[in-house]
């Protein structure tokens, strides 16, 4: 008879053998956000497969059993990336091996570095896209009430992701029951932790702003737009932001962060941008990028992102934007400053 898959759900139920109330599990249990649960039962469960295969109990192996489990990973053509994460699951599920958790054991680090040696993380675009290139199109896109669902949609949560430079989980968080509309501001607050939330820190808020400079890429005027467009499509209590683009109004869902990001990347797509470089989570970095490059303050442009350390920024989101104009690199180191004899 095969086991069930391990999970993170597990814990609870061992939790609870050993005699810890139900609201102590409750609390120990949400330490880890929903995400990271559902991708650590990804890897238990490839670790339940792998334990009855070899004979290994799943929750005491030895620190051999856990090498090994991921050099069989590693074989099966999975990224460092992704076996790190199953060492993190490993490290919430297995017992202490030699004292220490999975995670921090000298071994399982020194063979999880020699595997980082062997396949080492692909390098991201050294560059940014253009945000104005995606800004000119969305000015095509207007007046609002014009626009069919579908190009609102696309517009708004554009207009959204570069005012705030959010990821899409922050996005898919948004509430209409949580939205203020003020004179020339927009107030959205966040009514549970997101990934970037500090323990002991109050949840967010964001505003956003009515631009007039240039209302064609106003994200207030669209948000307002966008929310009187769908408030006789809110149907069945459906209090999240934003709803599916189906054809017919009586046909509306909440979307996932999925089809968020297939809408950003849908609009790059049409902005000239090349698919397949950049996700939608790229906003995010052209954003701060065009912001850096502006001579915006640092303190401003890392509370905006909600980085406390200007070395995240630096490391994994500051890029030169990608321009098809002007001298490159090359270009500028083989021009000659002075007259040739």
Known sequence: MVPKPCC??????????????????ALYMSSWKGGTTKQYDVYLEKWTRYCVEQKVHP???????????????????????????????LSAYVH??????????????????????????????????????????????????????????????????????????????????RIEFCNDEIILF??????????????????????????????????RAYMDRTKPMRKDKLNKLWLSIAKKD????????????????????????TPGIYTAHSTRGAATSKAHWAALPAETILRQARWTNAATFARFYKRPILQKDGPSFQDTVLTTRYPTA
């Open 250 to 273: 009586d046909a509306k869902t909440e979307v996932t962060t999925q089809t968020m990001a297939h809408w950003i990347k849908a609009t790059l797509t049409k902005a000239g941008i």
């Open 96 to 177: 202490k091996i030699d004292g220490v958790t999975i995670g921090k054991h000298s071994d399982i680090c020194r063979h999880l570095r020699g595997i980082s040696v062997k396949r080492p993380s692909m390098g991201k675009p050294s560059h940014t896209w253009d945000a104005d290139n995606v800004l000119s199109l969305l000015k095509t896109w207007h007046p609002l009430e014009t626009l069919d669902f579908k190009r609102l949609t696309f517009k708004t949560i554009m207009l959204l992701a570069l005012a705030t430079a959010q990821r899409m989980q922050t996005l898919h968080a948004f509430n209409v029951n």
């Open 190 to 223: 966040i009514d549970k932790p997101l990934k970037h939330t500090k323990e002991g820190r109050p949840l967010d808020v964001f505003h956003v702003y009515k631009y007039n400079a240039e209302k064609r890429v106003c994200p207030f005027r669209a948000l």
């Open 8 to 25: 993170m759900a597990d814990l609870a139920t061992a939790l609870r053998a050993q005699g810890l109330p139900e609201d102590s599990i």
């Open 59 to 89: 929750a005491k192996p030895s620190i051999f059993d856990v090498m090994k489990f991921c050099t069989h990973l590693y074989n099966q053509n999975l990224s460092y990336s992704a076996i790190n994460t199953a060492r993190s699951a």
